[in-house]
């Protein structure tokens, strides 16, 4: 019946309009009072934001708030992978036969995630899967040093992604609006697909004023001109309350952090790994 309901609903309009009612600016003492009864709900430490509260004007201002750069330092580890987003790690592994694990029992294309030509360059690598809840901070940081050439945007559902979606929707990412970045490193590429959900107002990225979320059913695949080159841990985009970003790695060696397993909760810039040297 949930799922029913779910997909009778008008997901992607009622997200535009959650965006829209996010971005309309309140007085201070009302803003501020909604914002303290959410981050006392959510368990946020306030104290870690850098922006200051002059500058919040909406609640969008607050979701997509900058932090103080020294609550998440950056492992500075030449060969090191970070993670890009605070979140938990739902689920990572080998990408086998072109597939990739959604949870228990339950696969999905990596064709249909990022198109068959970018899919192409992680046959036998790696996936990292990290959600965001809506306690989270919401801005998207580069996992490795590396330079963005181009992007793509899939239009499509915008399912939840939390554990009802992931264990009821097949092919919840597949299907789900999203961004695919590929990143050029010295290892190869490491692809960022960042997935859109239901009330998530739009996906936005630091390199193209493309957003997501657009009300048309489209897939663009488009130039960054000129390039864009980025030092690990610096900001790439920012999700309008939460999500999920998958890590793609190229098929020459990642080593995980011994910590690494399923269900741990991240910290951006906290170290995955170490990737492997290339072919």
């Keep these: 019946m949930r799922y029913l309901l779910f997909k009778l609903l008008p997901k992607n309009l009622l997200s535009r309009f959650m965006g829209k009612l996010a971005d309309i600016k309140a007085p201070t003492p009302l803003l501020m ?71 228990k029992g339950i696969y999905y294309s990596l064709v249909d995630l990022v198109g068959a030509k970018e899919a192409q360059r992680f046959t036998k690598g790696t996936f990292l899967t990290l959600y965001l809840s809506p306690a989270d901070y919401h801005r998207i940081h580069t996992p490795f040093a590396g330079q963005v050439n181009r992007f793509s945007y899939f239009s499509g559902n915008l ?27 010295a290892h190869g590429p490491i692809g960022m697909v960042k997935v859109g959900a239901t009330v998530v107002g739009k996906i936005r990225t630091t390199y193209s004023p493309v957003t997501s979320n657009q ?13 864009v080159g ?42 995955l790994g170490e990737l492997g040297a290339l072919d």
């Design 215 to 227: 009300g048309q059913g489209t897939t663009l695949d488009l130039p960054v001109e000129p390039a």
């Design 33 to 103: 009072g909604v914002i303290q009864t959410y981050a006392k709900h959510y368990q946020i430490d306030l104290s870690e934001m850098k922006t200051p509260w002059a500058e919040i004007a909406c609640f969008n201002d607050f979701f997509t708030r900058e932090l103080k750069e020294e609550t998440r330092p950056i492992d500075q580890g030449k060969d090191t992978l970070i993670s890009p987003v605070d979140g938990t790690l739902a689920e990572w592994g080998p990408i086998e036969n072109h597939l990739l694990v959604q949870t």
């Design 230 to 271: 980025y030092e690990k841990g610096q900001e790439i985009g920012r999700f309008q309350l939460g999500s999920t970003v998958i890590l793609l790695l190229p098929p020459n060696g990642f080593t995980p952090h011994p910590d690494l397993e399923k269900g741990i909760k991240l910290k951006m810039g906290q170290a």
């Design 159 to 185: 399912w939840p992604v939390n554990r009802f979606g992931v264990e009821e929707v097949g092919g919840l990412f597949a299907l789900n609006e999203r961004i695919y970045t590929p990143i050029e490193t």
